[in-house]
């Protein structure tokens, strides 16, 4: 069965009020400064999970503007721990840039065991420059990781990415959105990286040409047909409700989509 999981990149915008007016690093980089200091890292990180909780989500993609390698101490994610545990969340991954060097992929390594998550997603410039010290750091750490497509026109290229062994720990964390912008045919792309696929983000957007996220029902990709076609090729692994703004709250919303997503693979509501 499908793990259904917020990213909590959604709420990129959040700690600046949704008045985001330089794109997505200014949200990065508030959200970071928000949850570095310990002093308040309970307080807060304890209010992003119960807000996810109460739209009905049990699972997560944490995203690492909340805890971040290269800030996170012992004391962090021991209280990460105790407020995961109480709020009965999953963890399913965690999303981000995962280092450009040796010293800061094995940071985060370290940080998953730490919170004990199984899964990175996003990019690895690391690993794109020395696989076989990542894979070995990876297989040392138990950790697997899953690339997010981006600027790839075709699934070929998506496989050069991902590579040709190893498969067992590096895959694809399938971007609906970012796909569909670079005009790639959606459906024959699961079957062609079925085989390496770990995650898929679950992301609609108002046109081709606009990068805005929106409800699921109002976008111009048919995320219904891609949920039956990950059904057809018998994906059961996360699917993650991504769906961010700039310039408001998107929960309620992400909520929507949730039941979208749950009334689509039969699931009880």
């Given amino acids: ?62 995203w690492m503007a909340h805890l971040h390698w290269a800030w996170a101490t012992k ?5 990460a721990n105790s407020l995961i545990a109480k709020h009965g969340i999953k963890i399913s991954s965690m999303a981000g840039n995962w280092g450009e060097n040796q010293l800061e992929f094995e940071a985060a390594c370290r940080l998953a065991n730490a919170i004990e998550v199984r899964l990175l997603t996003g990019s690895a410039p690391f690993l794109a420059t020395h696989r076989e010290v990542a894979v070995e750091i990876l297989r040392r750490y138990n950790l697997e990781i899953a690339l997010v497509n981006r600027r ?15 498969h067992d720990i590096i895959g694809a964390a399938f971007d609906t959105a970012w796909f569909h912008r670079m005009g790639v045919d959606l459906m024959d792309a699961f079957e062609a990286l079925a085989p390496n696929l770990k995650m898929v983000r679950l992301k609609n957007i108002k046109s081709t040409e606009e990068a805005t996220t929106c409800l699921y029902s109002k976008g111009c990709i048919p995320l219904e047909d ?3 076609k990950l059904k057809e090729i018998k994906f059961n692994g996360i699917l993650s409700i991504e769906h ?3 310039d408001k709250n998107p929960a309620e919303e992400c909520r929507q989509n949730f039941e979208m997503v749950k009334n689509w693979l039969s699931l009880p509501s």
């Fill in 1 to 62: 069965m499908n793990s259904i999981s917020f990213i909590t990149a959604n709420f990129v915008g959040r700690e600046l009020g949704y008045q985001v007016t330089e794109g997505w690093y200014q949200g990065n980089n508030a959200t970071n400064d928000y949850f570095r200091p310990i002093d308040t890292f309970r307080k807060r990180f304890n209010a992003l999970l119960r807000e996810i909780k109460d739209l009905g989500f049990q699972a997560i993609d944490l």
């Fill in 75 to 79: 004391d962090h994610t021991k209280i």
């Fill in 152 to 166: 790839e026109k075709d699934t070929d290229s998506m496989l050069r990415r991902i590579g040709y062994d190893n």
């Fill in 226 to 228: 891609c949920v039956a």
């Fill in 244 to 246: 961010y703004r700039f």
